[in-house]
């Protein structure tokens, strides 16, 4: 039994979702191999080869594989598939666009969003944006998962020795093509790789006071700025910061929600926050029934003077 695990990088090194991905392919048993398919990334292979518990990584290289298509990817994935038992993917954007193609390619189920593995072939994973867990087994010969990072500690990125295999680069696709992209700066830290998040609802009322109230306490506190679904379909924050079941699943050292009622689909996506801190002036928000401290005040008065404390 030999678990792959389909790397995400920068071509220079290893994205976090990787190592939680590792340890979640240990734990399916046997050895644990990695993927890292990209154009020049010789220092991500090295850097994968070093991840603690990695056996081997099969380093393929090619233009066509710069930029993640989900159409290259997945046919490189294909091509070094024979006598892996399990396949696994972070369970991110890229995960989840290509996941389902090597799923389909391969004629097997795709078991998503994988929180717990009980056995080889048998997994936990939320649904019911969280409120059921259910237990999956799967019969297939190859089992493909995506992986909930949240779920898994991460692996440790130094004390490993792994050999690196050069493997032949897959055929890219014509029927696919990179055209560009437009690259967010961010002057804070990345949202779901955030130790310290600040996430504002609706109840900030304009993009205004969302930036005024919010900005300080994170600058204090070194956070990243999450926001509600309410919150970004009000225009007070951009989609990327949206955090919940249809946006970013975190799972930070501390997760301060500031005017967030605590809509079910909003906890899905933070509720594996090791402290939550929530600050709401209605005394029955769900955020508070998550929450490990709760401070039932005016969000207007309370942050300035939390601000002024640290």
Known sequence: MTC???????HASIKGATLNTVTAARQCGGEVHVLVAGHHAAGAAQAAAQIEGVAKVLHADAEGLAHALAENLAAQVLAVASGYSHILFPATAGGKNVAPRVAALLDVAQMSDVSKVIAPDTFER?????????TVQSTDPVKVLTVRTTGFDAAPATGGSAAVETVPAAAASDKAAWLGSEIAKLE????????????????LGSSEKFHEVLEPLADKLGAALGASRAAVDA???PNDWQVGQTGKIVAPQLYVAVGISGAIQHLAG???????VAINKDPEAPIFAVADY?????????VPELIAKL
Do not use: C, Q, W
């Open 4 to 10: 792959l695990v389909i790397a995400e990088h920068d």
């Open 126 to 134: 939320p649904i019911y944006a969280g409120n059921a867990i259910a």
């Open 188 to 203: 804070r830290p990345e949202l779901t790789a955030a130790k310290i998040i600040v996430s504002g609802g609706r109840a």
């Open 235 to 237: 225009g007070y924050a």
């Open 270 to 276: 933070m509720k594996d926050s090791k402290v939550i």
């Open 294 to 302: 709760a401070l039932e005040a005016d969000l207007f008065a309370a």
